[in-house]
Nanobody, 116 residues
Framework: VQLLESGPGLVKPSQRLSLTCTVFGGSITTYSYYWRWIRQAPGKGLEWIGSIGYAEDIYYSPSLESRTTIGRDTSKNQFYLQLSAVTPEDTGVYYC?????????WGQGTQVTVST
């Protein structure tokens, strides 16, 4: 399974960040798979943003839930992240991750900078 993130690298403060993850070599509806968004701000550790399961069950980090929307497009085998009202504190590398009971598969990550 391979994952590829896509989206704008620069977002202005107060705007909405939108990222898409395209999955290759496996279906996002495959039983037991969960698809996650994780980010890493400069100089900080990994932060879980949210997940969508094979049955389209969705979970959000409590600290980001009010600004986050995660969904999927099964026709394109993609899942997406929308983060509203971004601030410079949302700057970082954003990863999409697929995980099942065997292991986890990471995208290469995409840099997102929030700046004017």
């Amino acid at each position: 399974v391979q994952l590829l993130e896509s989206g704008p690298g620069l977002v202005k403060p107060s705007q909405r960040l939108s990222l898409t993850c395209t999955v290759f070599g496996g279906s996002i509806t495959t039983y037991s798979y969960y698809w996650r968004w994780i980010r890493q701000a400069p100089g900080k550790g990994l932060e879980w943003i949210g997940s969508i399961g094979y049955a389209e069950d969705i979970y959000y980090s409590p600290s980001l839930e009010s600004r986050t929307t995660i969904g999927r497009d099964t026709s394109k085998n993609q899942f997406y992240l929308q983060l509203s009202a971004v601030t410079p504190e949302d700057t970082g590398v954003y990863y999409c991750v697929g995980a099942d009971t065997i292991g986890a598969y990471w995208g290469q990550g995409t840099q997102v900078t929030v700046s004017t």
